[in-house]
């Protein structure tokens, strides 16, 4: 069974500055998707940024970008610029690519940025 | 377009009450899911159905069912409710030749007392 394993629960950096989010994953799984979500107070997943395995490069959104490293199972999301609106809590998902649309998601990280 | 649509967005019941949650998308997605959301995890799956007809347990099953009549629409029923399934309700779709783009609704908050 995959497991997603986010260590941390609570960050807070002041606007503007980068932050970076930490994601670990365990899978026997060769070729699979990861994603990051952000949900907001309102309650909403909204889909950050998504990256196949399969892959070689790193996925950017805009601000949003990760560091995925696929022998160590780490996929690390990096804001940069960050803005009060990205005050949220961010999850780290894993998914097979064959199959049925099955996430195994990580705790979550509490982001807050400070004005 | 509507998405996916959860009703309602709140509910409290009391301790062996039943209920359904309903989830209904207008985007004739093949894949619909059930997750619960309690604090200080992430969401875990409860069912799944990868078209009308067919359905599966994830990783939460126990206390639901689900059934699947339609493409539109994948209701999640709760028996005899517990306070162990006190939490926030998503239902997912997405279609069958791209499972990786999810269309999430926006949640039920359920309350067993």
């Known amino acids: 069974a995959q497991t997603v394993t986010q260590s941390q629960p609570e960050m807070s950096v002041q606007e503007a500055e980068t932050v970076t989010l930490s994601c670990t994953y365990d899978t026997s799984e060769n070729n699979y998707y990861l994603f990051w979500y952000k949900q907001p107070p309102s309650r909403q997943m909204i889909l950050v940024i998504r990256?196949?395995?399969?892959?070689?490069q790193n996925a950017t959104e805009n601000r949003f970008s990760v560091n995925f490293q696929k022998a160590a199972k780490s996929f690390s999301l990096k804001i940069s610029d960050s803005q009060l609106g990205d005050t949220a809590m961010y999850f780290c998902a894993f998914m097979k690519i064959q199959g049925a649309q099955k996430l195994v998601f990580g705790q979550g990280t509490r982001l807050t940025i400070n004005p | 377009n509507a998405g996916v649509t959860q009703t309602p967005k709140f509910q409290v019941l009391k301790t062996g009450q039943s209920m359904t949650l309903l989830c209904a998308q207008d985007?004739?997605?093949?894949?619909m899911s059930w997750y619960r959301q309690d604090p200080g995890m992430g969401l875990r799956l409860i069912h799944y159905s990868v078209g009308a007809g067919i359905t599966d347990q994830g990783e939460v099953p126990n206390g639901y069912n689900v059934s699947r009549s339609t493409t539109e629409d994948f209701p999640l029923r709760l028996l005899s409710a517990a306070p162990s399934q006190t939490s926030v309700y998503f239902c997912a779709s997405s279609p069958w030749d791209a499972n990786e783009k999810l269309f999430f609704g926006s949640g039920t908050q359920l309350s067993v007392l």
């Open positions: 985007m004739n997605h093949e894949y």
């Open positions: 990256q196949e395995a399969y892959k070689q």
